[in-house]
């Protein structure tokens, strides 16, 4: 059993500034891609970051140069953090891994619960 396990969101004013962190626990041999996404109402999910297990970053135009995503190995977890934030970005954040967990298997994908972040004033 593999739980991903989010936390950090809330409500933000315009301009301000979130982490949001991701722990992935449980019978896991090796990471490999780590991401974050999000899904405002009404509309598709949307990816916004990834980090390779190469160390390779990768953004969305939208979040590109105000939010950054960074992973510790050791513990299994991905960081997103979220800069100068504005209304736009207010959705549900969800993380996602994907993973073996055993050097047989093949890859699983996994998700987070979700964390409401809110840009508001």
């Known amino acids: 059993q593999v739980q991903l396990v989010e936390s950090g969101g809330g ?3 315009p301009g301000g500034s979130l982490r949001l962190s991701c722990a992935a626990s449980g019978n ?3 990471v490999y891609t780590m991401a974050w996404y999000r899904q405002a109402p009404g509309k ?3 990816l916004l970051a990834t980090a390779t297990s190469g ?4 953004y969305a135009d ?3 140069g ?8 050791t513990k299994n977890t991905v960081y997103l953090q979220m800069n100068s934030l504005k209304p736009e970005d207010t959705a549900v954040y969800y993380c ?10 093949h890859i ?8 409401q972040v809110t840009v508001s004033s």
């Open 11 to 13: 409500l933000v004013q």
């Open 28 to 30: 896991i041999f090796r």
């Open 44 to 46: 598709q999910r949307e």
């Open 55 to 58: 160390g390779t970053t990768n």
């Open 62 to 64: 939208s979040v590109k």
């Open 66 to 73: 105000r939010f950054t995503i960074s992973r510790d190995s």
């Open 96 to 105: 996602y891994v994907d993973l073996i967990t055993t050097p047989s298997a």
């Open 108 to 115: 699983d994908m996994y998700w987070g619960q979700g964390t």
